[in-house]
Structure formats: structure tokens, C-alpha cells
């Protein structure tokens, strides 16, 4: 069983729909990053978490550390929201272990 | 500011031969990594480095050498290339090892036949 399990692996949504993209860990942790990886393979930074909630434009990030779950939230969804979304965790002091990732598509 | 930068974006090698990864970043980071993506897997470290002159192995460093002789500069040199290293590599680099904002470069795919 892999450290980071990341579910849906692909979502289909229509534009304007709210869309929730689940980040599951075994380990205990001290932050938790959220990346989205473009179409042509380029991979960006949006949340590190670490307790609670953040929130950026229309993309909000939670964590619930009892759980060892986290969301990934996008409101208004938009085809330009399509993209790789990759949940990654750190346990105190160590490397980074990246979840497989989530497809989102998002039709007009 | 460039951020991270790689080069070269497509490689294709005979197995065997070997060749030089190259990042380098402009932001002063003192902590720089390079993972490799492989489909049906997440980003697997393979070499990191927590400042000049100072290189750690990740999760997957066979086959792998880096040096860090610069903040700026580091190089990942595939000894003798396997079809195994077949996978896209990515260079990112960050202000220390916990900080909120990992940059990643843009990627090479490479190709061993």
C-alpha cells in the first residue's frame, strides 16, 4: 500500500461544477503540499498545509490531521483547471512521497 | 528571474552511453532535488542536496551521480544508461527543506534504448 493514496485517478466534470480531489496518508506527518502538473509537464506549487484550511482564487486546501486526510477543492470549475493534481506529504525532517496523481478534465 | 531551468528537454541514449542532466536556479536556494516520474507512479527522489558541497541519496540514487559545487548548479550524470532510467526527470529546488513553495524546472524526457 502506497504512503499517499490519491483517489479519484481521473475526474471528468463539466465546467462550472465543484470538484473535490481526496488525498489519503499512512504516516505521520508535518506538511502536506498540493501541485498541479500543466498538460505540457510543467509542475506548480499551490498549498502547503500543515492544520486546517487554505484557500487561493477559486482553489481551497484542507487538512484534517486526525484523519490523515486532506482535500483539494476547485469552485467554478473551468477548462483551464485541466491538469494533473498531485498530493504530496513530509514526515518530520524527510523527503517529500508523492501520491500517483488525479486527472482532472474539465469540458465546456 | 529564470526559477529552475533544465536542460536538455528530450534525450535519447543507446544503452550504456552516458550523459549530464543540467539544472541550475536563480532564486539563492540552498535545497535542491531531482525526482524522475514514471507512469502509474508519483515523483520518486532520486539525489538531493541541502547546499554546496552537501548531496544525499533519495529513494531511488543507483545509476545516478550528482555533485553540488554551486548553489546555483545541479547536475545528475547517468553513468551507463539502462532502459530502467527511461522516465521523464524533474529539477526542483526550494529555500530549505521544509519550505511552502516547492520550483520545479520543466522537465526532461528521456529515452534509452
Known amino acids: 500500500k502506497n504512503e499517499v493514496e490519491q483517489s479519484p485517478q481521473n475526474l471528468t466534470a463539466q465546467e462550472g461544477e465543484f470538484i473535490t480531489i481526496n488525498c489519503s496518508y499512512s504516516?505521520?506527518?508535518?506538511?502536506l503540499h498540493w501541485l498541479q502538473q500543466h498538460p505540457g509537464g510543467g509542475i506548480v506549487s499551490l498549498f502547503m498545509l500543515s492544520s486546517g484550511k487554505k484557500k487561493h482564487g477559486r482553489l481551497i486546501a484542507t487538512i484534517n490531521i486526525q484523519e490523515k486526510h486532506s482535500s483539494l477543492h476547485i469552485t467554478a470549475s473551468h477548462p483551464r483547471d485541466s491538469a494533473v493534481y498531485i498530493c504530496a506529504v513530509r514526515a518530520s525532517g524527510s523527503r517529500l512521497t508523492f501520491g500517483e496523481g488525479t486527472q482532472l478534465t474539465v469540458n465546456p | 528571474n529564470a526559477g529552475v531551468t533544465q536542460t536538455p528537454k528530450f534525450q535519447v541514449l543507446k544503452t550504456g552511453q552516458s550523459m549530464t542532466l543540467q539544472c541550475a536556479q536563480d532564486m539563492n536556494h540552498e535545497y535542491m532535488s531531482w525526482y524522475r516520474q514514471d507512469p502509474g507512479m508519483g515523483l520518486r527522489l532520486i539525489h538531493y542536496?541541502?547546499?554546496?558541497?552537501?548531496?544525499d541519496q533519495g529513494e531511488v540514487p543507483n545509476g545516478y551521480n550528482v555533485s553540488r559545487s554551486t548553489t546555483e548548479d545541479f547536475p545528475l550524470r547517468l553513468l551507463s544508461a539502462a532502459p530502467s532510467q527511461t522516465s521523464v526527470y524533474f529539477c526542483a529546488s526550494s529555500y530549505s527543506l521544509a519550505a511552502d513553495t516547492q520550483y520545479f524546472g520543466p522537465g526532461t524526457r528521456l529515452t534509452v534504448l
Open positions: 542536496s541541502v547546499g554546496a558541497g552537501i548531496t
Open positions: 504516516v505521520g506527518i508535518s506538511a
